[in-house]
């Protein structure tokens, strides 16, 4: 199984601020690793896909970037509504597991 | 705008079958996948497996002996069933639909989820 592994596991930041975080399987994938936004009290909610491809109806100050084992969500000018817990996917192979979140706070 | 709505009880005795349903409004379901989630505090978020298409299902190796999930088109919706439930497997359970787009596979739209407790 792949295990997934996110950095850091609470980040604090402001309104307007930029931030980045990282996600590290334990085995080298390619463009299968996608990012979930989650708020308290409701579903994941998916970000990114593919790496580096937005979501439909998502935000572009949200943005995907790596590769191999080593993988970035930034977010660009913090808003309100970012501050959540995020979450990494790996979709290569079964069982498909995530990391174990980034919680962003104020 | 398709939406998902999970149901089922609550609560579950040990040892018994914890069996939710998830209604799918707005899409047909030929050519998805559809998928059973979990998430509780000890194991995070954890993918219990999918339907595809009635009849092809995947199912996560660690539940595999314990889990069906099946689907009927007709009615627009699809079930879960773990037997031999314990309290490890309370949880909040998503149902979501899967997406294979291309090199791309991800899940794109989620219930709203329901807890399940295990607890006599």
């Known amino acids: 199984d792949i295990q997934m592994t996110q950095s850091p596991s609470s980040l604090s930041a402001s309104v307007g601020d930029r931030v980045t975080m990282t996600c590290r399987p334990s085995?080298?994938?390619?463009?299968?690793l996608n990012w979930y936004q989650q708020r308290q009290g409701e579903p994941p909610n998916l970000l990114i896909y593919?790496?580096?491809n937005l979501q439909s109806g998502v935000p572009s100050r949200f943005a995907g970037s790596g590769s191999g084992t080593d993988f970035t969500l930034t977010i660009n000018s913090l808003q309100p509504e970012d501050f959540a817990v995020y979450y990494c996917?790996?979709?290569?192979?079964?069982?498909?597991?995530f990391g174990q979140g980034t919680r962003l706070e104020i | 705008q398709v939406q998902l709505q999970e149901s089922g009880p609550g609560l579950v005795k040990p040892s018994e079958t914890l069996s939710l349903t998830c209604s799918v409004s707005?899409?047909?379901?030929?050519?998805?996948?559809w998928i059973w989630l979990r998430q509780s505090p000890e194991k995070g978020l954890e993918w219990i497996g999918y339907?595809?298409?009635?009849?092809?299902?995947y199912y996560n190796p660690s539940l595999k002996s314990r889990v069906t999930i099946s689907m009927e088109t007709s009615n627009n919706h699809f079930s879960l069933s773990l037997n031999s439930v314990t309290a490890a497997d309370t949880a909040v359970y998503f149902c979501?639909?899967?997406?294979?787009?291309?090199?791309?596979?991800?899940?794109?739209?989620w219930g709203r989820g329901t807890l399940v407790t295990v607890s006599s």
């Open positions: 085995q080298s994938l390619n463009t299968d």
């Open positions: 707005g899409d047909s379901m030929t050519g998805h996948f």
């Open positions: 996917q790996q979709s290569k192979s079964a069982p498909y597991s």
């Open positions: 339907v595809y298409n009635t009849w092809t299902t």
């Open positions: 979501a639909r899967g997406i294979n787009n291309g090199p791309y596979w991800y899940f794109d739209l």
């Open positions: 593919g790496v580096s």
